[in-house]
């Protein structure tokens, strides 16, 4: 029907455990969302921006009063690091969590059941070079108090890699503070960026991007001990590396007869190539194989 605008009142602020993203910090309004609102504006009384409308929750499709909008902080965050990296970048802090409930509150000694309870610290990564341990609660991150699990994932992923942030945790009935250093999140490092006009691209394996070998992506993909490299998260359709057949999930054992221990390595091994033919040793299906990618096609 063309342009529309309805009205309506914020009920809800930081909803998240929806089940649509990994990242869910949304606004509630009772303004109505039906189908092909999804993208649209959600704003204030003054015409300002406050949020992308994104969801509804609905039984018949259409729109029952309940609707969803992703802040705009958040969707500016997202915005300026599609324009600057070319992908989503989000902090890395190494660390499985859950929420503390009263009974988890009363066993760690805690006042009141809040912050977000580690049990698990990923080894080698952010936090556990920072000494944090499993059975800790982070109760705050960067000077900002954490309510919950998820509000300390979404803390955490708003952080820029590289950054240096004092961390507040909760052990042994005491509370002390902790300097971490976050990381990029695996799963988002490129083997090697999209050139540009102004740059000349002496990498390989353009498009493909690769995380370190943890215990969770083990288990995930039920990898044995003995496979070490890094597991390809991400192939580009139009990329040589996925017509040669790189896929997502496997592991990059070795380039060009070099091993790959982590996705560090496979980096430092795209870098500044000689050749544009890649020699690549892959771990899938419960074996290895060698396949050879060739970019000199797209080079024209």
Known sequence: VGQTVTEGIVSAKDRGNMGIEDYEDFIQTDAAINPGNSGGALVDVDGRLIGINTAILSRSGGSQGVGFAVPSDLARTVMVSLIKYGHVTRGYLGVMIQDVTPVLAKEFKLKEPTGALVGEVVPDGPAAKAGLKD???????????????????????????????????????SGRTLEVTIKQLPGTEQLAQNTTEKDQDTG????????????????????????????????KPDAASAEAGLKPDDVIEEINRHPVKSADDAVRLTEHAKDKQTLVRVWENGGSHYIVVNESKQMG
């Open 135 to 173: 059975g800790d609660v982070v109760l705050d991150f960067n000077g900002k108090p954490i309510a919950d699990s998820r509000h300390l994932q979404l803390t955490v992923a708003e952080t820029q890699p590289g950054s240096s942030v004092p961390v507040k945790v909760w052990r042994n009935g």
């Open 204 to 235: 390989t394996l353009n498009g493909v991007g690769v995380s370190n070998l943890d215990p969770q992506t083990r288990q995930q993909f039920k990898l044995p001990d003995t496979v070490k490299g890094a597991v390809i998260t991400e192939v």
